[in-house]
């Protein structure tokens, strides 16, 4: 960590949202470099692909968790607005200019966004451990137009651990969602190291 460089597994020891501002902050310089083509992480590509397919032309697509942008460089043409706790990341993704906007905020709390702004969310690499959990829907769900898509990445241990599989089937009970469509997708690709086979879901679904 103190070379800058990124360790995954030091990332899933992350505690809350102030744990997350202080290590992603250190890591902004380097994390493309040092996480994203080092590891051969691919998540971003495919989560992106999942949403293209989903979206209709002229969407307001908002990227929670953006960091330094990594999903939005595969939605270029697209109205994208980036949301992140880490003010260092986003100032990493800011002179790529994938972003509409860029916002600062913490996805546990109130976001300073107005109701109904957004037809579609997305989301890799922040449902994961230590990160952020599914108290987050009630918010996300106020800021998005009825039929808005999400499709949001996770993890099969965070998805059993973190209680996101009862809320989501709670909102589809309540009428608030449609029933979740679930995508398997590799993380990594190309690249050795302890994690280079871990497979990821991406939960795929529509506010009513």
Do not use: N
Not at 74 to 95: K, N
Not at 137 to 146: K, S, V
């Amino acid at each position: 960590m103190d070379d800058g460089s990124y360790d995954l597994d030091t990332a899933y020891r992350i505690d809350g949202p102030e744990d997350a501002r202080r290590m992603y902050g250190d890591w902004a310089a380097t994390y493309d470099e040092s996480f994203g083509a080092a590891w051969g992480y691919i998540a971003p590509r495919e989560i992106a692909a999942i949403l293209k397919d989903e979206i209709a032309q002229g969407a307001e697509i908002l990227d929670i968790g953006a960091g330094t942008g990594l999903v939005a460089e595969h939605l270029r043409g697209l109205t994208v607005d980036a949301l992140d706790i880490t003010p260092e990341m986003l100032e990493v993704a800011r002179p790529k200019g994938l972003y509409r906007k860029l916002m600062l905020g913490d996805l546990t709390k109130a976001l300073d966004i107005p109701d109904a702004s957004y037809d579609a969310v997305v989301s890799c690499g922040t449902f994961t451990h230590g990160h952020v959990g599914p108290e987050c829907f009630a918010e996300l769900l106020r800021i998005t137009r009825p039929g808005a898509v999400f499709a949001c990445g996770t993890i099969g241990p965070v998805l059993d651990g973190a209680g996101f599989g009862s809320e989501l089937a709670r909102m589809v009970a309540h009428g608030r969602i449609t029933p979740v469509a679930w995508r398997d997708i590799p993380i990594y690709e190309g690249a050795e190291h302890p994690h280079k086979d871990d497979r990821g879901l991406v939960m795929v679904f529509r506010r009513l």
